[in-house]
């Protein structure tokens, strides 16, 4: 298993451009999330879905869009990108089957906006 | 807002000896979650302990929850250089499973 697959790794944009981070997870799970961690600070939840074609908003959800077509794939949309969100982007799944409850994290986007 | 925060802020401490976090939250959980981060990656999950347990073990890992103070302790025993990390409470709140809240960390250095 691949686990949970996060691209681009590293991406600068202009403020007011737009981007899609991409996310994808091999293991079937149904729960996954988008959060953002900033310098020295915990992660904040920004969108998050229980299954294909349910979506919610977390904490931070402002200027950001989510889908959910697929089981597997969780794509992260920036509408018009602001340097407020220049940060570390994390995706992750998670299991709650089988009597472990486990959230997976993939590596990160590290995103700028100039 | 961050629901967790962690205490202390920084800590080092010589191999071997035991490392002590403490996260404090707001409000009802069903679960609290800690996670380690090394410097620039992604986090592991280490442990999750549900709101009806007290106590939890995992290796050199022991979790404590005591949801009358709505805190919760992480030991790491006999620490190795490896175990150089961030480390974060999360907490699932009763209103939402998957509205995961996290705490600002504990940067925990093991010197060799």
């Known amino acids: 298993n691949a686990g949970v697959t996060q691209t681009p790794k590293f991406q600068v944009l202009k403020t007011g451009q737009s981007m899609t981070l991409q996310c994808a997870q091999d293991?079937?799970?149904?729960?996954m999330s988008w959060y953002r961690q900033d310098p020295g600070m915990g992660l904040r939840l920004i969108h998050y879905?229980?299954?294909?074609?349910?979506?919610d908003q977390g904490e931070v959800p402002n200027g950001y869009n989510v889908s959910r077509s697929t089981t597997e794939d969780f794509p992260l949309r920036l509408l018009s990108a602001a340097p407020s969100q220049t940060s570390v982007y994390f995706c992750?799944?998670?299991?709650?089957?089988?009597?472990?409850?486990?959230?997976?994290f993939g590596p990160g986007t590290r995103l700028t906006v100039l | 807002s961050q629901q967790g925060e962690e205490d202390p802020q920084a800590l080092s401490i010589q191999e071997g000896e035991n490392a002590t976090m403490n996260c404090s939250y707001k409000?009802?959980?069903?679960?609290l979650q800690w996670y380690r981060q090394n410097s620039g990656r992604g986090l592991v999950h280490l442990i999750l302990?549900?709101?009806?347990?007290r106590e939890k073990h995992s290796g050199r890992l022991r979790v404590t929850l005591d949801t009358s103070k709505k805190s919760s302790s992480l030991l790491i025993t006999a620490s190795r250089a490896a175990d150089t990390a961030s480390y974060f409470c999360?907490?699932?709140?009763?209103?939402?499973?998957?509205?995961?809240?996290f705490g600002t960390g504990t940067k925990l250095q093991v010197i060799p």
């Open positions: 293991m079937n799970h149904e729960y």
């Open positions: 879905s229980v299954g294909a074609g349910i979506t």
């Open positions: 992750a799944s998670r299991r709650t089957s089988g009597g472990r409850d486990t959230q997976y």
């Open positions: 302990i549900r709101s009806n347990e």
């Open positions: 409000t009802s959980i069903n679960n």
């Open positions: 999360a907490t699932d709140d009763s209103g939402g499973y998957q509205k995961v809240t």
